[in-house]
Every structure is written in structure tokens, then in C-alpha cells.
């Protein structure tokens, strides 16, 4: 078998080489694959464009109550069993949760209701399985289950998941649905669960956790295109009584309902002629939003499949690549992992549950979830802005908003997924997200009310020391962890909102919050040249190591050496404080040759991809190779983006560096190829930096193109020697979102060596906020 299919994809490859542009679909170039290995903590598993429902496989649930991290996503590419297929997964998240109803085909007279051991093959329900059998692609996996003797696929919706297994001829065929099943699991998280035949044969149910995210409820309603030949509710606590069913061995399990902590019920089919095909709704509102959500998405798996497979190719193909084949595929993943989320959280008729855990009601929008803000304010976002209609972007300002007006705290979200708030990581970075979306036109929002919940959010007291820092000018260390990390964000995010309050002229917002967003300086040391924690003596803490990462330390998730460079509305005035641009360039090659021979940090679970004490693999540095260009050189810029590109990014299950967090990690890469970087969202502004495709054409949301063409691209040429747009020569270092959305032709010169007079004057340097324009 396998002598037959490698002279054909070569021949396919050949093809798909030759091919122009315009007959090239970004779609065929995905690779759901990636990221699955090391811990890039993708799933490979089918997904409509932000859709409800993540329908993927799960390898190893029990490890996660050991080892949460390792299975953010539920999929590790290592791992030789396969578990269940479950209805939610995070895309790359650096923390663990769903995993929600997991369904497993059994074949054969025997039924098993625990998973079993992975290094014991047939104690359990679990399967072993060969990648060699894997197909995905955006909108389908597939995978044969080699136990049970079983081809299992996958399609999703919107809000719906269709899975469609084919027994073995003769055999009989058996579901198990593992209620107690879930990632970031441990004993007790599941408060209460159900499961429910109703008379039409649809299955129902639901259950309430306490995982990452508190009090979380999810529903929901399952149908089959067979008719149940029989089923078991088992309840597997002992000698516990739940609505008059008792624990094992005691009375019947075939009862339509059945309510407890720890349920699993075994569904039988009989034998089939044909595949078992399973549709599954969700919904956090109730069983009746999750049945009606069933129901908004009719038809079989290939009508579900072929839905989903036109979406995906109408928002994939927005931009057309041609380049070297590896890059080609690392990108076009990287734009599919990137419209992953925020995910679709409300039911068809537009009901939702907030984060006060109550129901209410979205009108003229869709609500959305699964906001990993720390991570995605930098360029997830901005990147939505290029490539989806604004409306996609109206629906996650409208949603953030709503979310601030559900809140029981009355401030914006900061790490939400399904409505429910998780308080993890810092800033109020929904702020950069609505001012850089108002900022560059985009409305259908009420702009006032927006503003007013951005600035609740940066005046909300109890939050990480945000009193202290309104009282000092800074976030002290000696009351709050994670001090020096604090303080430069929220005067980034102070930046935004003053930007924002400016633009629809309300000026004594604005100058409020542009005196907040100089606050960086209070924790800027010009000793050592780092910024650092205070504490509220005013002292700088000591000892200090530029070096040192230990969480709930000085710095979150990172150093001196990450954050010192944080002051995105003000790099000139970072550079003049770190003695001109000559000292600048200096410093920031010393981060990235740094010699960490003699440093560990084995201890610290999200520092990956290290280029000296650059760390791509977290976000803090992810601006960085691009501000040589506020120092005068933008060909250092040139040069360190082919170094990171080169070194984290791969086309192969473990080719990304760290978590790709939500498509941060994947929209970094889009942009960057592009040849072009949002340093500072809300500036209005790109940050060039080269280029790594050959061409690249981009349909904008007004329906323009910017085709991007690079002459000469190779590895012998890789600096810019000039740029051009529409045939005009463009010498600063940045391009204007309305010369980006005007379209045209980005055209840049390579060149063998580095042209050190492009973009170096001040004039042609990318915006900050002392050097007014």
C-alpha cells in the first residue's frame, strides 16, 4: 500500500509546484498535524471556522491528572492509544479544560466502561492506532481504531459535530459516552452530569465542572442515523443514590435517565450494513438550546462535511501563497490555526451564558468566546482585521462588551472561554483589541459603552494591583507578584484606551490615560538598563538576575530580558533611555546571542524556542526582532527574522517552537511572512521586516487585493534592498493600515547583503508616541 501511494504524491507535489497562483488553494495546503507533537498543543481533530464544537480525537486523558499541561489540547502525537473522541478542545492553549463528552465505538460481544491502560492493549475501550491511517485536513479527520476493527471520521459544524464509524462486517456495534471523561482532570471535578433518552431517540444530557474555568455547564443532544437496539446509564460511584437508580449491581441500568457524578452509558446498535453516523449538538444554555442547535445544522456527514470544506476554503483562500513548499504549508496552517478562535459560544437563537453563569441574549450578533487576550492582542487579532469581515471583529468587540455588562465584577474578560472567566495571566488587553478595531473604522458596536467598559477594566481596583499602580505610578512587588510585568502592560493597554478616548473626542479621557501610559518609566532602571520591580517604597527589589524565570516572581512568564522590552507606544523612548541607537542594537543582539549554557529552566513549562533569551515560544518576545527598526537597522530586523523563522517554525507535528496559543504563535508567522508585523496594535501602523514567500496575494475584507511579491527570494538573498508599493518606492521602515487596505502591489527587492541606508533615519522610523506625527 504504501508502494502505491508515494510515487502518487509525488506526482500530486510535482503538480501542486508547478502550479500558478491563482490555481493553488491555501486550503489543499493545510496541515492540521502541526503542532500536535512537543508542545505546540494543537488538535488535529475537525473544526468549522470558529466554530462550537472542536471534534477530536483524545490520547491520553488519564496522564492529564498528573501532567495537565503535556494535554492541553487532549491529542499528543506521541501517544499510541486513542481514548474517545470528544466535542471541545483548546487550539494551543498553555492550560488544560473540555475534553467534553467523549464518545468511543466498541465492537464485539464485550462492552468495557473504563479506558484502560495504554501499555495493556484491550483493558479498556481505548484503541491503539498507526498515524499511517490518520487523515486530516480542515473540517475532517479520520483515523482506523485498530482494536475494535473500526474507520472513524469526523466533521463538524458551527455547533454541531457528525462522527461516522464503520464496523467490521458481522460484528456488533457498541458506542460508550464517558460523562466522567475530561482534560485537566482529577477526582471531584465533575459536580453533577445526566444523560436523557428522550422518545424520538435523541440522547441528552449535560454535566457542571469545577476545572479551570469554575461552575462551567455544557449540554448536550445527540442523534444516531440507527435505532438503539438497547443501553446502559451506569453510574460508577458506589452505593449512591440519584433520583431513585442506585449505584452498580443494584436495579436495572437500561432506565431512560439517569443523573450523577460519575456516569457512562453504554449505546448498542446491533450489526450494521452501513457506517453509524452521530450528529452532537452543545450548548451552554440547556438541553433545549443544544437540541435546537441540532437542528439548525441539517443533513448527513458528507452535506455537514461539504458545508464546512466550502467555509473553510472561502476563509483559507483569502490569501494565496507560492513560495518554497515547507513555508507554504507552515503558513497556510498557521492561517488556519489562526481562525480557530474566538469561537462561536451562542446558541443558534442567540442565547449565551455569561460570566455571571445566567443566560442572555445576543441580538445583531454572534456571541464568542475563548478570548486568550494576552496572547492574541498582539496579532491574532490585528490579523482578523486583513483577512475576515468586519463583522467578524464587530461580533468580538460586541461579545466583550456584553461580557464586561454580564460580569459580576463589571470589567472586561481577561481569559474566557464558554463565558466563564478563568483570571489568567495579566493586563486588560480586550482594551488594545476594541481600539485598534475602532481605530481602523470598524463598527456595528456602541463605541461609548465600549470605552466606558475599557475604562471600568483599567480602573477596577482589586485587579493585579491596579490600585496601587493609580496610587503610584507603578504595580509594587512587595504587594503584588508579578509587579515589573504588570506595571509595562497596563500602560500599553492605558495607551490604547487614550487613543481610543482621543479619537472619538473625549479629551479628558485621553489625557487621563496618555499620562498613565508613561508609567513603563517608573519600573525602567537606566542603571541597569532593565526594567524592573519596585516596591512601594519606591526601592528597586533586590537581588536581581536579568536572567531568572520563576513564576509569581517579578515577571510573568518571562524576564528582564523579555520584558524590558515591552514599551510598544513609546520605542523611541525606550531607545534614548537605553543610550541612543547604537547602545540599542547592542542590547538587543546581546539578548539574542546570549549564552545560556549555564542556565536551566527545565522548571518553567511555557519557555520554549530559545534563541539566546529571545524566547519565541512565549509571547512577551515576540516584537522584538522587529525593534531594530526603531534603532536605525532595520537590516538586523531582516536577519533575525530568518533565524527565528528558520528555527521555529517546521512543517511537522512538533514544528512549533511553544503552545500556539489560541493562533498568536500561527498569526506571528502569518504576518511575518507577509513581510510586515503589527509592533504596536493601535497605532495604525505595520512594522516591515522581509518577506518569506515568493508571492502572496490578499483579499481584504473590502474585497481588494495586496499582492506581495518578492524578487529574488532565496537564501542567498536575504535582506531587503528596497520596497515599493504601486510602483512608488516606500522608504520608512512601516506601512499605514489604509496603504494596506488601499491594495496594490507590495513589491521587495532582495538582495545579498544588507542595505544599511533603508529606513534608517529617524523620519522613516515606525511609530511612537513622543515623536508625535
Do not use: C
Amino acid at each position: 500500500m504504501i508502494i502505491t501511494r508515494v510515487p502518487t504524491l509525488l506526482i500530486v507535489f510535482a503538480a501542486f509546484s508547478a502550479a500558478p497562483l491563482g490555481a493553488q488553494s491555501t486550503f489543499d495546503q493545510v496541515d492540521p498535524m502541526i503542532g500536535t507533537g512537543g508542545e505546540g498543543h494543537t488538535f488535529p481533530g475537525a473544526v468549522a471556522p470558529f466554530g462550537m464544537v472542536q471534534l477530536s480525537p483524545d490520547t491520553d486523558t488519564d496522564h492529564v491528572i498528573r501532567d495537565s499541561y503535556k494535554w492541553a489540547a487532549g491529542y499528543r502525537y506521541s501517544d499510541p492509544t486513542i481514548e474517545g473522541f470528544s466535542s471541545t478542545h483548546f487550539s494551543g492553549a498553555g492550560h488544560s479544560d473540555l475534553g467534553d463528552f467523549l464518545v468511543m465505538p466498541v465492537s464485539g460481544n464485550v462492552v468495557p466502561l473504563e479506558p484502560g491502560d495504554a501499555a495493556k492493549p484491550r483493558s479498556g475501550y481505548r484503541s491503539r492506532f498507526s498515524h499511517a491511517s490518520e487523515v486530516a485536513a480542515p473540517g475532517y479527520y479520520a483515523v482506523t481504531l485498530d482494536d475494535p476493527g473500526v474507520r472513524a471520521e469526523m466533521t463538524a459544524g458551527t455547533r454541531i459535530g457528525v462522527h461516522r464509524y464503520t464496523f467490521a462486517a458481522g460484528k456488533a456495534a457498541h458506542l460508550v459516552l464517558d460523562m466522567r471523561s475530561s482534560l485537566y482532570n482529577y477526582p471531584g471535578k465533575v459536580l453533577w452530569s445526566s444523560l436523557r433518552l428522550m422518545p424520538d431517540g435523541t440522547l441528552v444530557g449535560g454535566r457542571e465542572t469545577r476545572g479551570w474555568a469554575p461552575d462551567r455547564k455544557l449540554y448536550f443532544a445527540m442523534r444516531f442515523s440507527m435505532p438503539l437496539a438497547g443501553h446502559a446509564f451506569v453510574s460508577t460511584e458506589k452505593d449512591v443514590v440519584y433520583r431513585g437508580f442506585q449505584g452498580p449491581g443494584r436495579g436495572t441500568d437500561e432506565v431512560a435517565e439517569r443523573s450523577g457524578r460519575a456516569l457512562v452509558a453504554r449505546l448498542d446498535f446491533g450489526t450494521l450494513a452501513r457506517p453509524l453516523e452521530v450528529t452532537v449538538a452543545i450548548s451552554s444554555v440547556d438541553e433545549a438550546g443544544a437540541v435546537a442547535n441540532l437542528a439548525s445544522e441539517p443533513g448527513n456527514f458528507d452535506a455537514v462535511r461539504t458545508r464546512t470544506t466550502a467555509a473553510w476554503r472561502s476563509a483559507l483562500d483569502v490569501l494565496k501563497l507560492r513560495g518554497a513548499p515547507a513555508m507554504q504549508k507552515s503558513v497556510a496552517t498557521a492561517l488556519y490555526h489562526s481562525l480557530l478562535a474566538p469561537s462561536v459560544a451562542g446558541d443558534a437563537d442567540g442565547r449565551y451564558r455569561g460570566p455571571d453563569n445566567q443566560v442572555h441574549q445576543a441580538t445583531g450578533y454572534v456571541f464568542r468566546s475563548t478570548f486568550s487576550l494576552w496572547d492574541t492582542f498582539r496579532a491574532e487579532h490585528p490579523l482578523l482585521t486583513l483577512v475576515q469581515p468586519a463583522s467578524t471583529t464587530t461580533d468580538v468587540v460586541r461579545s466583550l462588551v456584553a461580557s464586561r455588562e454580564d460580569s459580576p465584577d463589571g470589567i472586561l474578560p481577561v481569559w474566557q472561554f464558554q463565558g466563564r472567566e478563568t483570571w489568567t495571566m495579566i493586563g486588560y488587553h480586550a482594551a488594545p483589541v476594541i481600539a485598534d478595531a475602532y481605530l481602523k473604522g470598524i463598527r456595528g458596536f456602541d463605541a461609548n459603552a465600549a470605552l466606558d467598559a475599557m475604562i471600568a477594566s483599567a480602573t477596577y481596583a482589586p485587579y493585579g494591583g491596579l490600585g496601587d499602580y493609580m496610587k503610584f505610578g507603578y504595580v509594587p512587588i512587595d504587594r503584588e507578584p508579578e509587579a515589573a510585568s504588570k506595571t509595562v502592560e497596563y500602560a500599553y493597554d492605558d495607551w490604547t484606551i487614550a487613543r481610543m478616548a482621543k479619537a472619538m473626542g473625549r479629551n479628558d479621557v485621553a489625557a487621563t490615560f496618555e499620562k498613565r501610559a508613561r508609567n513603563w518609566r517608573n519600573s525602567f532602571d537606566a542603571k541597569t538598563g532593565f526594567v524592573r520591580a519596585r516596591k512601594a517604597d519606591g526601592s528597586f527589589r533586590t537581588p536581581f538576575d536579568p536572567t531568572a524565570i520563576n513564576y509569581g516572581s517579578d515577571y510573568t512568564e518571562g524576564n528582564a530580558w523579555q520584558y524590558s522590552w515591552f514599551v510598544p507606544q513609546d520605542q523611541a523612548a525606550l531607545t534614548t533611555a537605553l543610550g541612543g541607537d547604537a547602545a540599542t542594537v547592542a542590547k538587543l543582539d546581546s539578548m539574542f546571542d546570549y549564552d545560556n549554557s549555564k542556565l536551566d529552566y527545565s522548571h518553567a513549562e511555557d519557555i520554549a524556542g530559545l534563541i539566546g533569551q529571545y524566547i519565541h515560544g512565549n509571547e512577551p518576545s515576540h516584537h522584538v526582532a522587529y525593534l531594530y527598526n526603531y534603532a536605525g537597522a532595520p537590516w538586523r530586523t531582516q536577519s533575525r527574522l530568518k533565524q527565528i523563522v528558520e528555527s521555529q517554525y517546521h512543517p511537522t507535528p512538533d514544528g512549533l517552537a511553544g503552545n500556539d496559543d489560541l493562533g498568536q504563535m500561527s498569526a506571528w508567522l502569518v504576518f511575518t511572512a507577509m513581510g510586515f508585523y503589527p509592533v504596536t496594535p493601535g497605532s495604525l501602523e505595520y512594522v516591515i521586516g522581509r518577506p518569506f514567500l515568493d508571492r502572496a496575494d490578499l483579499t481584504l475584507p473590502n474585497g481588494k487585493h495586496l499582492v506581495i511579491v518578492a524578487d529574488r527570494l532565496d537564501d542567498r538573498h536575504p535582506y531587503v534592498g528596497s520596497v515599493s508599493l504601486n510602483g512608488s518606492a516606500v522608504t520608512n521602515g512601516y506601512l499605514r493600515h489604509d496603504q494596506i487596505m488601499a491594495g496594490g502591489e507590495l513589491r521587495f527587492a532582495m538582495q545579498a547583503a544588507p542595505n544599511k541606508t533603508w529606513a534608517a533615519r529617524p523620519a522613516d522610523r515606525p511609530f511612537s508616541s513622543s515623536e508625535r506625527r
